[in-house]
């Protein structure tokens, strides 16, 4: 429910304005003067402040200036008996959303409040479509035929309508905060916000504030009143990732919100209610943590009421090639590329990576592949190349410590201790062609040459 703020120093225009309000469904608090409306800015974050201009002690001016001072995101509508030009280009000046004169009409208050309103509304969506960039269709990102990613599909199709809270445990890369979004997304809340938060990217001294918001002065640096994340979040979905790794003392405070869907800003004193659905995701044990005791056991089972667990990509070998050309469509379209082809040589080169760093890792190598391709299949050599795998994992033929009876294919082993050593110069290089040649002692046309010898494409001069 939207908070509206009324002031003004004469009790029948307070009244009008706040049975009004109430009428249409808004939360109303009313002050008779600017001096204790700027004692409830102090208190509380309001959507619209409706103020006289001319009050005694402290005017209307002062109760705008205040208002973009400690909570700069509150709407301000002005209204006076006294108009003036000057006065009115003023308030416009000072951060006023519109300007009234005595007498106005109902219907024209109310218009205009709803516009205010919806300004209100709009502002906030835009900071969190930048903040998130949040994909409006989350199923089509998350890719997989496998029985084990058919299993956390059909978990999301089941859940998604539910009011339950999820935790979702998997090793990085795996794709957890895709399948919060695919659950908020196919949700009856998907027209409302879905805010995602990493825990562990965020100092815990920060982290209570980013959370739960905070009233100016609180602390060094608030330097006015801040709505947190799961106030922003009211009526969606909030997505911690990483909860694993919260302190103790964000533990407790998390416990709350979720028993009893309240919380006070840091330096605040009033409980203020939402209505927010807890996705909740980590890459550790944390059955375990809670059994070490650096995890509240409480706060486990309440984030613990659906289970899901996403497999790592090395338990589901069959989906890279659908992965794999999921992102070499969206790369090359991102980019206005040509999609590269993946050579026949190559791809049993992805399917048996140990892929530690799961779908991100094969996401980020496909963005390097779009990247660097040329004309031509992608090479087995260039998707090497591109693993960035340590020297010591790159296969090299053996070098032979006699000649046997049976001979050796002397130019076959040549050649390959040659490519070899090519790719090792152009990872350490970091695929910088001048670099590499320079580190094996060749021109740039005997480097170009046997690159070409071996098929070995990418990189950059």
């Known amino acids: 429910m939207e908070k509206v703020l009324v002031v003004d120093d004469e009790q029948s225009l ?27 800015l102090n208190r509380e974050i309001f959507d619209l402040v409706i103020t006289d201009l001319r009050m005694p002690k402290i005017d209307g001016m002062e109760v705008l200036k205040a208002v973009r001072s400690v909570s700069p995101e509150t709407v301000v509508l002005i209204i006076t008996a006294f108009a003036t030009a000057d006065s009115a280009v003023e308030a416009m000046k000072q951060g006023a959303y519109d300007y009234l004169t005595k007498p106005f009409q109902v219907d024209e208050v109310q218009l205009i409040i709803r516009n205010a309103l919806e300004k209100r509304r709009l502002t906030t969506e835009n900071m969190l479509l930048k903040r998130e960039m949040a994909s ?11 029985e084990a990613m058919q299993k956390v599909f059909d978990v999301v199709r089941k859940v998604a309508d539910s009011k339950s809270n999820v935790l979702i445990c998997g090793e990085s890369g795996t ?32 982290l209570e504030s980013e959370l739960f918001g905070h009233m100016k002065g609180s602390f060094t640096g608030a330097i006015s009143n801040k709505a947190g994340l799961f106030e922003i979040a009211d009526g969606g979905t909030i997505f911690l990732d990483e909860i694993g790794d919260t302190t103790p003392t964000i533990q407790v405070k998390l416990l709350r919100v979720i028993q009893e869907r309240e919380f006070r800003r840091v330096g605040g004193n009033q409980d203020i209610k939402v209505d ?23 706060l486990y089972y ?34 206005g590329k040509p999609k590269p082809m993946i050579g026949p040589e190559a791809m049993p080169v992805l399917l048996g990576h140990e892929w530690r760093g799961n779908v991100r890792e094969l996401e980020n190598l496909i963005e390097r592949v779009v990247a660097f391709s040329t004309e031509g299949p992608v090479t087995e050599a260039e998707v090497r190349g591109w693993l960035h795998r340590p020297a010591t994992q790159l296969q090299q033929p053996a070098m032979p410590l006699d ?19 090519l790719l090792k110069a152009l ?24 690159l070409e010898k071996y098929a070995i494409k990418g990189g950059r001069d």
């Open 14 to 40: 307070r009244d009008v304005l706040s049975i009004m309000l109430k009428r249409a469904g808004y939360a109303v608090t009313s002050a008779m003067d600017g001096e204790e409306a700027i004692e409830l």
């Open 136 to 146: 409006q269709s989350s199923f089509s990102q998350l890719v997989g035929q496998s």
């Open 175 to 206: 794709g957890k905060e895709l399948v919060a979004r695919a659950i908020h997304y196919n949700s009856a809340r998907s027209a409302h916000p879905f805010v995602a938060v990493n825990c562990s990217a965020v100092p815990e001294t920060l």
């Open 276 to 298: 927010v659905r807890v996705v909740a995701a980590t890459n550790r044990d944390l059955e375990k943590a809670v059994a070490e005791g650096s995890f509240r056991e409480d």
């Open 302 to 335: 309440r984030l613990d009421v659906i289970p899901i667990r996403l497999p790592p990509l090395r338990m589901r070998t069959g989906d890279i090639p659908l992965l794999v050309n999921h992102f070499l469509e969206r790369f090359s379209k991102e980019s």
């Open 403 to 421: 000649l046997t009876d049976e001979g050796l294919d002397l130019e076959g082993l040549i050649n390959g201790i040659e490519k070899d050593l």
């Open 427 to 450: 990872e350490r290089s970091k695929w910088v062609k001048k670099k590499a040649a320079r580190m094996l002692r060749l021109n740039t046309r005997s480097f170009r040459y046997r």
